[in-house]
């Protein structure tokens, strides 16, 4: 199915986007020697499956309540909300089984419509969690700007991530979400994000929604078949800051035909391959 349409900015080739006159200093500060770590994989790691999963419905999914509520790993922020019921199954995947950020996601494929939860769990008839957020992927909208969503960024989840499917089509058309430390991120944001963190600003710093590309004269005949695949996707479409979270960590969906040993070879690709491309202008 299509994950917006054709001129949604997370659809764009960046391929030739100009670079940001701040890209060097950005990208010193945030380390030039720091490698991508894929966040996703085969197996599990404590436990719970690698990534962020996801589940798919169609338009006879029963739709359940949503409570929002604050805990003890994040606060209450149904007021920047989509309100429920959702189309979720009661027994929906919940990332890290319900430990850390607690993403749960259902797609819609008959409505093309995406539902997303934050530090989620599953409670009586419905579910309980920090925030939601609902996409209209036939359609060119944004979150109302200041808007979190089931991402810090304001940002959808799902068509950020690296999903096997891809892997088997043999191309990946859309950015690649990231993360990166707070202290490392500027407190605003660039289009389409929509919501900043608390920090500094200052021209060392990367606010959410910003992009980083692939160098074009990277050389990634050395890697396999699979993650040439993900690194040509970052050439055209970058990747894309999108929360705080470890430092070059880039999201993904948990399928038992990762090679897991084949993805940490991706470490080797640093930061000092990567370009800032133009930010724009930065929201405060």
């Known amino acids: 199915m299509q994950l917006f349409p054709e001129d949604h900015p997370l659809n764009l080739d960046i391929s030739n986007a100009p670079i940001d006159s701040k890209s060097d200093q950005i990208l010193e500060n945030m380390g030039l020697d720091n490698g991508l770590f894929a966040d996703f994989g085969s197996g599990t790691y404590q436990g719970a499956p690698i990534g962020i999963p996801y589940t798919v419905v169609n338009q006879g999914q029963a739709k359940v309540p949503i409570a929002f509520r604050g805990n003890n790993y994040d606060g209450n922020y149904g007021e920047e909300s989509d309100q429920g019921p959702f189309p979720i199954p009661l027994n929906a995947p919940i990332e890290g089984n319900g430990e850390g950020d607690s993403h749960v996601i259902a797609i819609d494929v008959d409505n093309g419509m995406l539902y997303e939860l934050y530090n989620a769990s599953q409670v009586g008839n419905g579910f309980e969690a920090s925030s939601a957020a609902v996409f209209d992927l036939n359609k060119t909208t944004f979150r109302p700007d200041g808007w979190t969503s089931a991402d810090a960024a304001g940002l959808p989840i799902f068509p950020l991530l690296v999903r096997y499917p891809e892997i088997e089509k043999g191309e990946i058309d859309h950015p690649i979400r990231f993360t990166i430390g707070r202290s490392k991120i500027y407190e605003g944001y660039v289009h389409p994000a929509r919501h900043l963190v608390s920090g500094e600003r200052n021209d060392n710093l990367l606010p959410f929604g910003a992009r980083l590309r692939l160098k074009s004269d990277f050389d990634i005949s050395s890697f396999s078949e699979i993650n040439q695949i ?45 370009e800032v491309i133009d930010m724009g202008e930065i929201k405060n």
């Open 230 to 274: 993900i690194l040509v996707a970052m050439k055209k479409y970058g990747i894309i800051l999108a929360d705080v979270g470890s430092d070059m960590f880039i999201s993904g969906a948990p399928n038992e035909l990762w090679d897991n040993d084949d993805l940490r070879s991706l470490r080797s690709v640093t930061l000092d391959n990567f």
